[in-house]
């Protein structure tokens, strides 16, 4: 591992690398090498050969989708999925009509969206415009994932071969297990937004080497923080506290530097504020104070936590993980834990073998298992059982921010800190190999690499599941909509848009946004005087009646938001004709619900339950449709003036 502090630093400074060495014993002569400034002449071919490997490995993961990627979706998170194409379409549009990138009436019209409150992942979405309005938003979502892997491990790569293993193969296990965690991979079936983490590997390394040249440094980290917060802000949140904790922790284990260098390190965070405050305070006011915002969570902190004994498990998108063990996780979306015991075993292994020489390696393991108990949530749930036992985040339940988190992410914190301690127990093995061979142990590199692939092969990611895209009807991919909604007014599809029937998002994705659409999938508040958080828009009668009848007969579909009828696990257990019926105040309601909305044409696809929705609507609304384009038209302009 490099041992010198980089061009420009004193020998004084605090630096990753710093904290790396060993502090009783001397590194090796063979381990310290002059750091030098970044140049092209310092990418090597086996770094060329790293990144591209680290590519196909982004590919292997997205293969599923790539397949056929303008007729499929993912398959475990349609709904986020839909989502994001709905981002893509929106930052493509700000090319073409000019408008506040934080608001967004075109979706829940007429109240808006509040953007910078939901995932717009501008950082991601605006840089991929131009291959939204080329190839269209499934290709800019295909492309938007496999670059959040890529360059997530990508980075982690650069990072850990320039300033902590001077191997190149000890790098690139680290990086691959930083950029195809099970984590990651998990929120690859749907939220690209949490898997593009290529920013923090560069927020790390600048903080911890941040003494050395405060005011240049302090202006990278600045605008470092104002990308990633355009990114993802809860990925930010997670990792300013993991970085907080693991500065905290280096400085207790050499409190003579802290006490030189902390004026100096203070110096570069007070540049980093001036730099990141005036770039987010409009974009944050808005957030938190502008239309549509909200706040809390729509469900409690306990819906999504990690079972204790999920760590020494595996994922079901992993090589170890293919037989699915549901009673220890919440959702495919949250295996973030799912480490499996050899590599927790090895990770321990390194951390003791290093834990006296390496102050790095202890502050790193204790931030991960203080990161690891947060995960855990305010109550312990083990092998799938929920005990009343408290866990650490008990702590935290009424701090602000804090509170805000979904406590089973705090892993996020922990993938760094094993993929470090993977790269330096290769690193380790490799430089012990000519020893070992010295003092005749000729099994030593095959003993290792056993070990190594034992512990990372299981973890290794299995393709997303994808499956089969809702056709986007004919009425709206040849611009026949326009024959019926003008410009103000809006479209109503059947059911209305939300988190179980994303659909509508996909056409209006498709048609570039140009037509409103009242409702959909987002996050707001629950009413006018009510800021809580919740999924969707407040409940109106009408579109809670056609959700209703779209999930008749059988069991109700698992929903969180405005159109969940209320008492529905009941609603099934009536007669059918009890559910469809309408009622003279249904359809007074029904037609102050246009009125709200502003609705020009109701449009019902084929879609499950069509009959029913078919009639319902019809009754509604006093008249039959006509089939136009692929889809049942109600033409409304002569109900809504």
């Not at 990418?43 to 050969?49: A, E, L, Q």
């Not at 591209?52 to 986020?80: E, F, I, M, Y």
């Not at 923080?225 to 997670?238: P, W």
């Not at 994303?502 to 409103?516: G, H, K, S, T, Y």
């Amino acid at each position: 591992m490099n041992a010198s502090a980089p061009i420009g630093d004193t020998p004084q400074t605090m630096t990753i690398t710093d904290h790396a060495r060993s502090a009783p014993e001397p590194e090796p002569e063979t381990s310290s090498r002059p750091a030098r400034a970044f140049t092209w002449r310092r990418i090597s071919p086996s770094d060329v050969f790293a990144h591209g490997c680290l590519l196909l490995g982004a590919l292997w993961v997205t293969s599923h989708l790539w397949k056929d990627v303008r007729q499929r979706v993912l398959a475990s998170n349609p709904g986020d999925h839909t989502q994001f194409e709905w981002m893509l379409a929106h930052a493509a549009r700000l090319f073409v009509h000019p408008e506040n990138p934080f608001f967004s009436r075109q979706m829940n019209f007429p109240d808006g969206v509040n953007l910078m409150a939901n995932t717009s992942a501008l950082g991601l979405t605006i840089p991929l415009a131009p291959v939204t309005l080329i190839w269209g938003p499934p290709v800019a979502f295909a492309v938007m994932l496999t670059l959040a892997l890529w360059l997530t491990a990508s980075a982690w790569y650069h990072v850990f071969s320039r300033h902590l293993v001077r191997s190149r193969p000890a790098a690139f296990a680290g990086a691959v297990l930083c950029g195809f965690a099970p984590a990651l991979v998990a929120h690859a079936s749907g939220q690209p937004n949490l898997v593009a983490q290529f920013a923090i590997p560069f927020i790390v390394v600048t903080v911890l080497r941040l003494p050395g040249r405060p005011v240049a440094r302090g202006v990278l980290l600045g605008l470092l923080v104002v990308y990633q917060a355009f990114v993802n802000e809860e990925v930010l949140f997670f990792f300013a506290q993991g970085i907080g904790v693991l500065v905290l922790l280096c400085a207790l284990f050499d409190l003579g530097r802290a006490r030189q260098e902390w004026r100096r390190f203070l110096a570069g965070l007070g540049v980093a504020a001036l730099v990141a405050i005036p770039l987010l305070a409009f974009p944050l006011y808005w957030q938190f104070t502008g239309p549509q915002g909200y706040k809390g969570l729509p469900f409690p902190p306990s819906s999504y936590t990690q079972d204790a004994l999920a760590y020494v498990t595996y994922a079901r998108e992993a090589v170890g993980g293919r037989a699915p063990v549901p009673t220890l996780g919440t959702s495919p979306n949250e295996d973030n834990s799912s480490f499996g015991w050899p590599l927790l075993a090895l990770c321990l292994a390194v951390t003791v073998l290093l834990w006296r020489r390496n102050r790095l390696v202890r502050a790193a393991s204790i931030t991960a298992v203080i990161f690891a108990a947060l995960s855990l949530g305010p109550n312990l749930t083990i092998g799938g059982r929920h005990t009343h036992y408290p866990g650490p985040f008990r702590l935290l339940l009424h701090v602000p921010l804090v509170d805000l988190s979904v406590p089973g992410r705090f892993t996020l914190v922990v993938i760094p800190v094993i993929g470090m301690l993977v790269a330096l127990g290769v690193q380790q093995a490799i430089d012990a190999t000519p020893r070992m061979r010295e003092a005749g142990v000729r099994v030593w590199t095959l003993v290792w690499v056993i070990v190594l692939l034992g512990a990372l092969v299981p973890v290794l990611p299995t393709p997303v599941p994808a499956a089969g895209r809702p056709q986007v009807p004919a009425f709206i991919t040849s611009g026949q909509w326009r024959q019926y909604v003008p410009a103000g007014r809006t479209m109503v599809p059947v059911p209305l848009g939300a988190w179980r029937s994303p659909e509508p998002l996909l056409w209006q994705a498709v048609a570039r946004l140009d037509f409103n659409m009242p409702r959909g999938y987002f996050l707001g508040p629950s009413g006018p005087d009510d800021t809580q958080a919740m999924f969707g828009a407040p409940p109106r009668p009408t579109s809670t009646k056609l959700y209703a009848v779209s999930v008749l007969p059988g069991e109700p579909k698992p929903y969180v938001g405005g159109d969940t009828p209320l008492g529905s696990v009941e609603y099934t257990e009536r007669p059918t004709d009890v559910a469809t019926r309408v009622t003279a105040a249904d359809r007074s309601q029904a037609l102050a619900d246009l009125r709200y909305w502003r609705a020009a044409a109701i449009v019902l696809a084929p879609v499950g339950n069509e009959e029913q929705l078919w009639r319902t609507t019809s009754e509604l609304v006093g008249f039959r449709p006509k089939f136009v384009g692929g889809v049942w038209l109600w033409d409304v302009r002569g109900l809504v003036p």
